[in-house]
């Protein structure tokens, strides 16, 4: 049976980028169809963290950090198939260890996901404010 490999990546390939997202359902918040757009979503990342299954993707946490304050992580998503293994929890963890103890970690959940970030303990805000996007 092959491991999951966690590791910090520079970049990922776009399809296997879009893939994991359509397969964890959060393709759906996502603009996939503009490959140009999904493309600078990914270059723009200063922390990628993979979970992969004999070196396929089947989980990605995607963040913008400065390594020593904040860390904003806009993109958590663990293939369907792969989901309730601790796949999604490792990913959160490794990317905080990642961005340094200093570092607050800021996520925004998709409404289906909510109960997750309960059930693993992670602390919910009361003092956060948001300009959504305009497309």
């Known amino acids: 049976m092959d491991e999951i490999v966690y590791?910090?990546?520079?970049?990922?390939?776009?399809?296997?980028?879009?893939?994991?997202l359509r397969q964890s359902g959060l393709g759906e918040r996502r603009p996939l169809a503009d490959t140009e757009r999904m493309a600078r979503m990914i270059a723009n990342a200063n922390?990628?963290?993979?979970?992969?299954?004999a070196q396929r993707l089947v989980g990605v946490s995607r963040a913008l950090t400065d390594f020593a304050?904040?860390?904003?992580l806009s993109d958590?998503?663990?293939?369907?198939?792969?989901?309730?293994?601790?796949?999604?929890?490792?990913l959160i963890a490794e990317t905080?260890?990642?961005?340094?103890?200093?570092s607050m970690c800021l996520l925004?959940?998709?409404?289906?996901?909510?109960?997750?970030?309960?059930?693993?303990?992670?602390?919910?805000?009361?003092?956060a404010f948001l300009y959504k996007r305009e497309r």
Do not use: W
């Not at 590791?7 to 994991?20: C, Q």
């Not at 922390?47 to 299954?53: D, F």
């Not at 304050?69 to 904003?72: G, N, R």
């Open 7 to 20: 590791a910090r990546e520079a970049s990922i390939g776009i399809d296997e980028f879009i893939e994991v």
């Open 47 to 53: 922390l990628i963290v993979t979970a992969r299954k």
């Open 69 to 72: 304050y904040c860390c904003y």
């Open 76 to 90: 958590l998503a663990v293939d369907l198939a792969h989901q309730g293994h601790g796949i999604g929890k490792r």
């Open 96 to 102: 905080r260890r990642l961005a340094g103890p200093e």
């Open 108 to 127: 925004l959940s998709a409404p289906d996901s909510m109960g997750f970030y309960k059930s693993i303990g992670m602390p919910q805000p009361d003092n």
